[in-house]
Structure formats: structure tokens, C-alpha cells
């Protein structure tokens, strides 16, 4: 199991939109519709953003946006703002009750 | 809610365990998944367990190197080294994936793992 593959960093303006890649393989984001999404702040837990490629937690504001093509998944950040600034991490399930994270991806709101 | 164990220092070699218990639902109807973060590094999925029948899964990157323990009585899940190496030295979560889903959606406040001699 190697790790999703993830951008190590992102950015964009307050209002604008940036979009969070995550590519995996045949075993893991492409078979199934299980990929998840969590937002991490400097020493915080992690927390469920997105989950089965495109559904949002209760509280979880509709500016973020999950998709998945193939082997890629996506997170959309539209409308940023300074609160988003943090790590996110997709996530996905692999079978077998395995699961394998991506590397994680940090965002800066300029 | 997950609620972790506090912050651990050890001598490498000195066996270790942390727990999760977790509380406001049924222990028994959700995975308890274990989730590795190395200072400054990314999350890393260690493994999972099933309280109502111990049922537990590894990632091969950890298999081998801990052991994932669940006592239902307590409601609580347990992750253990028995001879810790400083390579060992993270921060550690406890999440819970619901039956039926593929998610974790609640997560302890991590416990902070010291190896050192």
C-alpha cells in the first residue's frame, strides 16, 4: 500500500476557488466510491470534510465540493476563506477493511 | 466522543499500550481504526478493529510492529508496542468508522508518543 499521491501545497486568494487532487490505483481510489476527505489545523485532529467522494457532514459548509474520475479524486474549495488555512488529507478505502491516506496537502490562503 | 489516554514517555524497549474510549454510542457497532503521525508528516493508517468480535485488520506497514486490542466491557480500544523504538515517536488517533461506512467521523484528540533514551 503506498500513500494517495497528493500536492504538497496549494494557495489562493480569499473568495477564489483551488481544487485538492488525490491519485491512487486500481486497488484503491478506482474501484470503489469510498474516498474521504478531512481538514487538519496546526495541532488539531483531524476532521471529516467529505466523505464517499462527494457527501458533506452535518456542519461541513457547501463550498467544499468532492468529485472523483478514474483513479483521481478531488476536493474544490470555492469562496476561500482565512479559516480554511490547513492541511487536507484524502483518504481511501482499499478493501478487505484497509484503508490508505494521502500525503497530505497544505493550503495558504494569501 | 474518543477519548485518548495522555501523553507517554518511554526508553526504547519499555512496553507501551494507549487507549481510546470511546463514549455517546454503541462501542460495539463501529470499527476503531488507529492512525499514525510522525512529527511534521502526514496521517497514516495503522490499522482497525471491530469491538463486537475482535475482528482486526493491519496495514502491512504495521503488521507485525503493533498490536490493536479492544476490551467491550469498557468501551475501549487499545494500541501496544512491546519494544518501542524511537522510530516510534508520534502523535497517534483513534478514529471511528460506523458499520456500513468507509469513513472515520469521529476522532480522539491524539496521543502523543515520546521514545527516547
Known amino acids: 500500500q503506498s500513500a494517495l499521491a497528493q500536492p504538497r501545497s496549494v494557495s489562493g486568494s480569499p473568495g477564489q476557488s483551488v481544487t485538492i487532487s488525490c491519485t491512487g490505483t486500481?486497488?484503491?481510489?478506482?474501484?470503489?466510491?469510498?474516498v474521504s476527505w478531512y481538514q487538519q489545523h496546526p495541532d488539531k485532529a483531524p476532521k471529516l470534510m467529505i466523505y464517499?467522494?462527494?457527501k458533506r457532514p452535518s456542519g461541513v459548509p457547501d463550498r467544499f465540493f468532492g468529485s472523483k474520475s478514474g483513479n483521481t479524486a478531488s476536493l474544490t474549495i470555492s469562496g476561500l476563506q482565512a479559516e480554511d488555512e490547513a492541511d487536507y488529507y484524502c483518504?481511501?478505502?482499499?478493501?478487505?477493511?484497509?484503508?490508505?491516506f494521502g500525503g497530505g496537502t497544505k493550503l495558504t490562503v494569501l | 466522543q474518543l477519548v485518548q489516554s495522555g501523553a507517554e514517555v518511554k526508553k526504547p524497549g519499555e512496553s507501551l499500550k494507549i487507549s481510546c474510549k470511546g463514549s455517546?454510542?454503541?462501542?460495539?457497532?463501529?470499527?476503531i481504526a488507529w492512525v499514525r503521525q510522525m512529527p511534521g508528516k502526514g496521517l497514516e493508517w495503522m490499522g482497525i478493529?471491530?469491538?463486537?468480535?475482535?475482528?482486526?485488520r493491519y496495514s502491512p506497514s504495521f503488521q507485525g510492529q503493533v498490536i490493536i486490542s479492544v476490551d467491550k466491557s469498557i468501551s475501549t480500544a487499545y494500541l501496544q508496542w512491546s519494544s518501542p523504538k524511537a522510530s516510534d515517536t508520534a502523535m497517534y488517533y483513534c478514529?471511528?468508522?460506523?458499520?456500513?461506512?468507509?469513513?472515520?467521523?469521529?476522532w480522539g484528540q491524539g496521543t502523543l508518543v515520546t521514545v527516547s533514551s
Open positions: 478514529a471511528r468508522a460506523p458499520d456500513d461506512s468507509r469513513h472515520f467521523d469521529y
Open positions: 455517546g454510542y454503541t462501542f460495539t457497532n463501529s470499527w
Open positions: 478493529i471491530y469491538p463486537d468480535d475482535s475482528d482486526t
Open positions: 486500481s486497488s484503491d481510489v478506482a474501484p470503489y466510491r469510498y
Open positions: 464517499d467522494v462527494s
Open positions: 483518504c481511501s478505502y482499499a478493501g478487505s477493511y484497509t484503508w490508505v
